[in-house]
């Protein structure tokens, strides 16, 4: 009787480590998908890109001037954020009036990357018709990417009204 004491007891341990595995692994799963849902608002600076209000390097991969606005999003071939992202901006890009989307890959168009100072992808950065940075960061998310345009566009109708 003394030994199967013993047994029961170690097969009761063992199903309770199995069983608080198991919700050590949802509860993980569930951390992610929360991660993901409350996504923090606005692209977050990284410490790179050209400086706001200042020109944006001029003569590189298109022209300020004939657009309201044009977003710069850097991009790579091997982030996968980057290639959940795109379709997503191009959505973005025939929603709003006045806003040209150039995407520039890091492999192609490494000498633009240098001139704008992107180090990471994906990175954005809104020009307005004038040259002027009106912001820059990264965006890990759509919902990013349209918090920082609501924002320029907001700043731009502002100082229009001036």
């Not at 198991?22 to 890109?49: D, K, N, S, W, Y």
């Not at 390097?57 to 300020?64: E, L, N, R």
């Not at 004939?66 to 954020?81: M, P, R, W, Y």
Request: aromatic fraction near 8%; hydrophobic fraction near 45%.
């Amino acid at each position: 009787m003394e030994g199967s004491v013993w047994i029961a007891s170690y097969v009761l341990l063992w199903i309770a480590v199995v069983a608080l595995s198991i919700t050590c692994i949802a509860l993980l799963r569930q951390i992610g998908l929360l991660h993901t849902r409350v996504a923090p608002m606005g692209v977050h600076f990284a410490g790179e890109g050209p400086e706001l209000d200042t020109p944006a390097p001029d003569g590189y991969a298109f022209d300020y001037t004939s657009n309201d606005l044009t977003l710069a999003a850097f991009t790579s071939q091997s982030c996968t954020i980057c290639a959940e992202l795109k379709p997503g901006l191009d959505k973005i890009a025939k929603t709003y009036d006045g806003l040209v989307l150039r995407l520039l890959d890091a492999e192609t168009d490494h000498k633009t990357f240098a001139a704008f100072k992107v180090r990471s992808t994906p990175y954005l950065i809104a020009v307005d018709r004038s040259g002027l940075v009106r912001s820059r960061g990264i965006a890990n998310s759509l919902d990013q990417a349209e918090e920082m345009l609501a924002e320029v566009y907001a700043t731009v109708a502002k100082e229009s009204h001036r």
